[in-house]
């Protein structure tokens, strides 16, 4: 790292540890406002920021207010997370600093002992954790299993070609890459390559979706010619999985109270060929529009907003702009979603309640409190419904997935069978 990026680095990170904005938002932001910086002054810059919130809590630990000193928060981010020797930083730090790391890394035992330090994990949270039954090891692993940046992962759209096919062309251009285990749709890349300008991408035969999503999109068991309605669509992830899984047939509702989301949507089912789908926008869950639905859909997938607590090995800023308190309020709002979306099931028809979390809070008591609310609709053992993938069964009736065990990110996902 040369002295003029570390300055970057320092002051985009000033902006960063404040955690008002997610990081990756704020480091694009910082981008367009900095054109002259080259490809290489980003990807420096870029990674000891990421690297600085991969390693915040032993960060904390020595600089109580990091937001403060951003500096030293970012020559410790190179020393801790990127493995820079701190006699390579000798153009960078100056002697107080030099010392200052030094004073850092000798506490590496200090760091390996305590939990939050070992994990990478806020208090609050290895207390919710613990509340929820978790031991320190089930902790530590989690905290590890995000602690590396997650792979690239493609669905290819059935629409427009056959998995095996597309691998092959990437593997012939020279693109490490292999199928994913579990989703018959996905190819793990094993590089970070940029394909968005790769013709595959450009033609919409292949998107960039984690192999967790495409799974949740799989569950749906969407088949040609049914009415499918997906609740809280966003840009459209699961959408476009859904719709080619549909075989652009049938009838594909996306909702979402976010205009801006939604919005992305449409240029994707564009690439993508998809003409059976209808984005709309919702003020609420409780949308009048939303009635003349109401007992019609052969399922609905409710992939309800959440923590995003399985997704930090791409976003290590959301431990820290989480709290219980910004918790309990989604749980309210799930609850809501998850009862309103319901009354849109057709008798016999399935709902699929979803999050990218992993926390009991959001996705068990969701589930048993929906459970409790309609004894008579039937809880479907989740796993099951995968029947390519026989190493997800399990006793319990959800698919839960964990990035330390199954490398996706971090899901959950319960689905009911409405009584005729
Ligand atoms: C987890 S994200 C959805 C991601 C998306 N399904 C995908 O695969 O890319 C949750 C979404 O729920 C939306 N949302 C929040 N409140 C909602 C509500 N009351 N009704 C419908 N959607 C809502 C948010 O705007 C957000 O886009």
Known sequence: MTPAQLLHTSTLLGQVLGFEQPADALVSAYFRSHKKLGRQDRHEIAETVFAALRHLQKIQSVLP??????????????????????????????????????????????????????AELPEWLIAQLHAQGWSNEHILAFGRSTAAPAPLDLRVNTLQAKRDKVLAQLQDEGIRCEATPYSPW?????????????????????????????????????????????????????????GAAMNNSGRLYAFDVAEKRLAKLKPR???????????????????????????????????????????????????????????????KQQAAI??????????????????????????????????????????????????????????????????????????FAAVWIRPE
Request: with cysteine.
């Open 65 to 118: 207010e990091p937001v403060r000193q951003s500096r030293r928060a970012a020559l410790a981010a190179l020393v801790l997370g990127r493995g820079i020797s701190i006699s390579a930083l000798a153009d960078c730090a100056n002697a107080e600093e030099t010392e200052f790391l030094g004073y850092l890394k000798a506490k590496k035992t200090e760091f390996a002992e305590q939990l939050n330090t070992a």
């Open 186 to 242: 996905g190819i793990r890349l094993r590089d970070k390559s940029a394909l968005m300008r790769h013709p595959l991408f450009l033609e919409g035969t292949i998107e960039v979706q984690d192999e967790g999503s495409q799974l949740l999109a799989r569950l749906t068991g969407a088949r040609r010619g049914e009415i499918i309605v997906d609740f809280c669509a966003g840009a459209g992830g699961k959408t476009l999985a859904l």
């Open 269 to 331: 089912m564009v690439r993508a060929g998809l003409t059976n789908i209808s984005p709309q926008r919702i003020g609420s869950e409780t949308d009048p529009r939303l009635e003349r639905l109401i007992g019609k859909a052969d399922c609905v997938l409710v992939d309800a907003p959440c923590s995003g607590l399985g997704t930090l090995r791409r976003n290590p800023d959301l431990k820290y702009r989480q709290s219980p308190e910004r918790i309990a309020e989604l749980e």
């Open 338 to 411: 998850l009862e309103a979306a319901a009354r849109l099931v057709r008798p016999g028809g399935r709902l699929v309640y979803a999050t990218c979390s992993v926390l009991a809070a959001e996705n068990e008591h969701q589930a048993e409190r929906f459970s409790a609310a309609h004894p008579d609709w039937q809880l479907a053992n989740a796993t099951r419904l995968l029947p390519d993938c026989p190493e997800l069964f399990s006793g319990s009736p959800y698919l839960q997935l964990a990035t330390a065990t199954h490398h996706t990110d971090g899901f």
